[in-house]
């Protein structure tokens, strides 16, 4: 049964690679997004786990191969699933773009003082390998320059005026560094993720069909070797000497299964169907409290109590397993600790707004949610790679920014709302592209 799920798997993700290949402005729609990460990120881990399970059952091995196919196909299926024109209207708030450009220079500034105090804390690192102590604030506010970074390239793609442009990198630097000299894999697909998207908002332009399967197919091998050599990857690129540069040592060290999120995630989901126990949500509450709440401030005792921790389970006890420093339970893994098989539904729900959000910067053109779509793509990825639970986090914040930002950038005239129901809406997504 697991191979007929691995190539279930296979033929899902196809799928989704296939239905954005067929017109353009698809690729950066949720659906082909997610097929792609499963297939770069998740199939060779699939493969790996079922050559080499480890402490994993074979029961445990069918369960998380078929959990990760009903998750998969609810990236399609939320997507499909009829729009609600009432959640367009409250995406479409008309902003006045002077008022915007301000507020991208005021969330520039706010960024490079919390960058700067980061620069000069010494961080503390838990024994989970989670950061502790000021420096997670500081790091937590300085994200503000991602938000920014959008805001300020749109409007010097929009209007290239020296200005702009000199405001858009100066945003863009602090991302561009982490990305690049740093080689952190989330940083640098954002800062790709916010370039791409933007120029599809503001140029129409995409890029040619012929490099993203490619791109993908690469992506496998840069994604493990990314994640083992940091900053001396871009250093051997940037350098030009690429003869050091093995790629299949990353994707080789996947195949050989020692380390692999997936089993973290098959491991967990035995773990909660042997105790009966479930999370119910509560998983995605403590992963809040834990970001959100100061333990520096308002005492550890006291946010430890806010915390259910439903599904901590001791796995050593259970299985002798330790899930390995550094990595991750996956999307897959948490949602399911969270609802158990329904917790795919949770795919299928993200899906289902990042089509509100898709219709409504595309074709209402509402700035408001083409800033929060460039935000939140990179955090909707991780939240597969890394958990539901980070992708929550992080859309929190996206949204009290962006709705900041949309508070002191509203415009006092009044616009039409573009769109007033879900029968246009098909109407007009049958007739036209955003290329056009």
């Known amino acids: 049964m697991a191979e007929l799920f691995f190539n279930l798997l296979i033929a899902i993700c196809l799928g989704l690679l296939v239905w954005g290949m067929v017109k353009p402005e698809r690729i950066y729609q949720y659906p082909f997004l997610m097929g792609a990460i499963f297939a770069s990120f998740i199939l060779p881990q699939a493969f790996a786990l079922i050559n080499n399970p480890g402490v994993v059952s074979e029961l445990a091995l069918e369960r998380v191969l078929l959990v990760s196919c009903l998750c998969t196909a609810m990236c399609w299926i939320g997507y499909k699933y009829k729009i609600n024109s009432g959640l367009l209207k409250k995406l479409y708030i008309p902003l ?48 503000v320059i991602e938000i920014a970074f959008a805001i300020l390239i749109l409007a010097a793609l929009k209007k290239p005026k020296p200005v702009n442009i000199a405001a858009a990198i100066i945003a863009g630097y602090p991302i561009f560094e982490k990305a690049f000299f740093a080689g952190r894999r989330q940083p640098t697909f954002t800062f790709l993720v916010i370039i791409g998207i933007s120029f599809l908002y503001a140029r129409r332009l995409l890029p040619p069909k012929i490099i993203i399967i490619p791109l993908i197919i690469l992506s496998a091998l840069i994604i493990p070797l990314l994640g083992q050599l940091r900053e001396e990857f871009w250093l051997t690129i ?144 991780v939240g597969l ?32 709302v573009l769109i007033n129901s879900s029968q246009i809406i098909n109407m007009n997504l049958q007739k036209r592209s955003p290329t056009e």
């Open 96 to 143: 006045d773009r002077h008022k915007l450009f301000r507020a991208g220079i005021i969330l520039t500034i706010i960024g490079y003082f919390f960058r700067f105090l980061l620069l000069g804390t010494n961080v503390e690192v838990a024994e989970n390998s989670n950061w502790t102590g000021p420096a997670t604030i500081f790091a937590f506010f300085s994200q």
């Open 238 to 381: 940037f350098s030009g000497n690429l003869q050091n540069l093995d790629l299949q040592s990353g994707f080789n060290q996947v195949l050989e299964g020692e380390i692999l999120e997936l089993r973290n995630a098959a491991v967990l989901m035995e773990a909660a169907i042997r105790n009966n126990q479930y999370g119910y949500g509560t998983g995605f509450w403590d992963r809040i409290i834990f970001q959100y709440v100061p333990g520096q401030i308002v005492g550890f005792e006291f946010k430890n109590a806010l915390q259910f921790k439903w599904t901590s389970f001791d796995l050593h006890t259970i299985f002798g397993y330790a899930i390995p420093r550094g990595s991750t339970l996956t999307g897959i893994g948490d949602s399911f600790l969270e609802f158990g098989y329904f917790g795919c539904l949770v795919f299928g729900c993200i899906a289902y707004f990042f089509k509100h959000l898709w219709i409504s910067s595309v074709y209402q053109k509402s700035v408001f949610s083409q800033i929060l779509y460039a935000g939140m793509v990179s955090p909707a990825l």
């Open 385 to 416: 790679t890394h958990g539901i639970g980070r992708l929550v986090n992080q859309a929190i914040f996206q949204i009290i920014c962006v709705c900041w930002v949309a508070y002191y950038s509203k415009s006092k005239e009044k616009h039409p």
